[in-house]
């Protein structure tokens, strides 16, 4: 059974970065691409990038590139999603997100809410 | 960047009736060397992560209900819930697939 786990609830300055972690098991982690979907309050949902597991390549969107950093471990099978200088409206809830056969998101994890405030 | 448009914003429907979503691209997401429409449709319960529901218009994961179908081609697809149950109060997601960056359509709220 596949499952993603992320880490918990964050609580940011603006101006500071925020890591955020995703564990997958239950699959051959270097098999499928690991995207960053996040959803700001009450609102829809974003997608950010992906990265994929073998190798490691990255695909962000243009809106957030030169502050977003995916990374990886293989060893722990576990994706980072690095955001950086922060502001209020970068406030949401991140998911990351396995994809299937293509590139729709077909498991996720449980959501991490990030809260940017002075 | 291929917008996607959902229609209508909330709908509200009573128990056992037909609900029904549109959902419709700012150009199409039928790639013609395999005849597939690359659009997904996810359902996401207050508090939780989306769902997958379909994927390629039309195809069920594993588990979803047969009251759930979707349908279309090219720029415009529905998502029909045939019978609503209470379970199915949630907002309901389609995304494209077709072409780098992925996105979602606004949202639409299905309500009892």
């Known amino acids: 059974q596949v499952h993603l786990v992320q880490s918990g609830a964050e609580v940011k300055k603006p101006g500071a970065s925020v890591k955020v972690s995703c564990k997958a098991s239950?699959?051959?982690?270097?098999?499928?691409?690991i995207h960053w979907v996040r959803q700001a309050p009450g609102q829809g949902l974003e997608w950010m990038g992906r990265i994929n597991p073998t190798g490691g390549s990255t695909t962000y969107v243009q809106k957030f590139q030169g502050r977003v950093t995916m990374t990886m471990d293989t060893s722990t099978s576990t994706v980072y999603m690095d955001l950086s200088s922060l502001r209020s409206e970068d406030t949401a809830v991140y998911y990351c997100a396995r994809d299937g056969v293509s590139e729709f998101f077909q498991h996720w994890g449980q959501g991490t809410l990030v809260t940017v405030s002075s | 960047d291929i917008v996607m448009t959902q229609s209508p914003d909330s709908l509200a429907v009573s128990l056992g009736e037909r609900a029904t979503i549109n959902c419709r691209s700012s150009?199409?997401?039928?790639?013609?060397?395999?005849?597939?429409?690359?659009l997904a449709w996810y359902q996401q319960r207050p508090g939780q992560p989306p769902k997958l529901l379909i994927y390629?218009?039309?195809t069920r994961e594993s588990g979803v209900p047969d009251r759930f179908s979707g349908s279309g081609s090219g720029t415009d697809f529905t998502l029909t819930i045939s019978s609503l149950q209470a379970e199915d109060v949630a907002v309901y997601y389609c995304q494209q697939y077709y072409s780098s960056p992925w996105t979602f359509g606004q949202g639409t709220k299905v309500e009892i």
């Open positions: 390629w218009t039309s």
């Open positions: 239950g699959y051959t982690f270097t098999t499928y691409y």
């Open positions: 150009q199409t997401v039928l790639y013609n060397s395999n005849n597939k429409n690359y």
